[in-house]
């Protein structure tokens, strides 16, 4: 998007990057709009700020999930960087999957 002389803090710019990979339009847009989870970013944010080490430092994680560490990385990246991080996030298993001891992961 820095290439495109696009802003990544525009809404207009962050719901066509979100309906690039398949997510909704308005959906997006809507909570984007929103203070739906606001508290909760700006806290968890200051929480993981120490992660940066560069400029761009993109940081992720899943706010829903207590159980994922948050992780970064720090400069330009194609896009499919983005694709990976997000499909990786998107298919977690489920946060219980391994407390069981009927079932290991190898």
């Known amino acids: 998007f820095n290439i495109q002389s ?8 962050l719901v066509e990057a979100a309906v690039q990979v398949g997510l909704d339009r308005n959906d997006v847009q809507s909570y984007l709009q929103s203070d739906q989870d606001k508290d909760e970013i700006l806290d968890h944010a200051e929480e993981i700020k120490y992660l940066a080490e560069g400029i761009p430092t993109f940081i992720f994680t899943r706010l829903d999930r207590e159980d994922v560490t948050p992780f970064a990385f720090s400069g330009a990246q194609p896009p499919e960087a983005f694709h990976r991080v997000f499909e990786r996030l998107a298919n977690l298993p489920p946060p219980d999957a391994t407390k069981d001891s009927s079932c290991t992961v190898a």
């Open 6 to 13: 696009k802003h990544l803090n525009s809404i207009e710019h």
